[in-house]
């Protein structure tokens, strides 16, 4: 009996907590999906540019937002968002309602000092079974 296929490494990338950063993780993770699931490439980058923008509201310019990126098993992508939990950093409901209806899955915590945003995008999806 084989093994399933480990996760591939992470991508990342470190932002300025300014207004560009909501575009550039957009195009940042246009460019990894179009190159790993190039039908989820639009999909993501929509729902990267809303997360990162909503951590940009609640991080101070000279504060870092990070963004990594990483194919798991079946097919399936997985971005996190993290951002200094110095204030209260959760995406709003109308984030995460937009959110919702274009990911896998999705959820968020705060830990160790920072807030966590996490969506999956899925191949499944692509046939427009999406939650």
């Given at each position: ?39 989820l490439a639009d ?43 110095g204030q209260p ?13 274009k990911v896998r ?27």
């Open positions: 009996m084989s093994e399933p296929p480990a996760a591939l490494a992470p991508y990342n990338q470190t932002l300025p907590g300014t207004d560009a950063a909501p575009l550039q993780a957009a195009q940042w993770i246009r460019t990894i999906a179009e190159h790993e699931q190039p039908d999909r993501a980058a929509e729902v990267v540019y809303a997360l990162v923008a909503s951590a940009v509201r609640h991080t101070r310019e000279r504060d870092q937002i990070s963004v990594r990126a990483q194919m798991l098993d079946g097919g399936r992508l997985r971005v996190e968002v993290r951002d200094p939990a950093t959760r995406p709003g409901p109308a984030v995460w309602d937009d959110v919702s209806r899955d999705f959820g968020g915590c705060t830990a160790g000092g920072e807030y966590l945003a996490w969506v999956e995008f899925g191949p499944e999806m692509l046939a427009g079974r999406s939650r």
